[in-house]
Each structure stands twice: as C-alpha cells, then as structure tokens.
C-alpha cells in the first residue's frame, strides 16, 4: 500500500529549529486528518502533535508554543515545525496519516525521521 515518508531530521543544538515533511510516496493521494508521533530514547511512541482535516490541531504540552502543524494547500505534504528546541525532544518523529484517493481511504505510518538535540 502507500507509504509515507518523513525527512528534515538530523542534528541540531538546544535552541534550534527544524522542520520535518512528511509526504505520501504516491502523489495521487492526499493527507487528511494526521499525527505526529514521538519515540524517545527508552520510552514508548507517543503522539505529540495532531492536525485535522477541519484545520484544527492539538499539541501535547510539552511542545504548545514550540511546535507547529501545517499542510500544503494540495494536501500533498504536511510538516512539522519545530522551534527552540530542547534535548526533550530528541527521539525518532513518524507521520501517521488517513490518505484518500478516489473515495478510498488507507492509513498509513511513516518509517521515522531522527532528531536529535543536543545541549
């Protein structure tokens, strides 16, 4: 089925800004409603931002005023932008996204971007 493909990841340092794209490998198909997830060193996956197809959005505390979700006018990409950065939030970010095409709906998840943020 179609994949979605994180990229923007890398190394940055306390203070810092990143932004990662997340975009599905076919682009025939566009992104709905989608999630930002976050999986830190030795915890579990955790969402951490979210983004409806309404246009609202929802963002875990310890990211609100740091981080923004956003999506292309097409649907095509979303992305996550991510400022003054912390070690907090290091971790390897996924895309978990509802795509539609031709009234056909699939889910799917990304293979992870690395973050890391050093102090």
């Known amino acids: 089925q179609v994949q979605l493909v994180e990229s923007g990841g890398g190394l940055a340092h306390v203070g810092d800004s990143l932004r990662l794209s997340c975009a599905a490998s076919?682009?025939?198909?566009?992104?709905?409603?989608m999630g930002w997830h976050r999986q830190a060193p030795g915890t579990p996956r955790t969402l951490v931002a979210q983004?409806?197809?309404?246009?609202?959005?929802h963002y875990v505390d310890s990211v609100k005023g740091r981080f923004t979700v956003s999506r292309d006018h097409d649907k095509k990409t979303v992305y996550l932008e991510m400022t003054n950065l912390k070690p907090e939030d290091t971790g390897v970010y996924y895309c978990?996204?509802?795509?539609?095409?031709?009234?056909?709906?699939?889910?799917?998840w990304g293979r992870g971007t690395q973050v890391t943020v050093s102090s």
């Open positions: 983004l409806f197809s309404t246009g609202g959005s």
């Open positions: 978990n996204a509802n795509l539609e095409y031709d009234n056909r709906w699939y889910n799917s």
């Open positions: 076919e682009s025939r198909f566009r992104i709905n409603d």
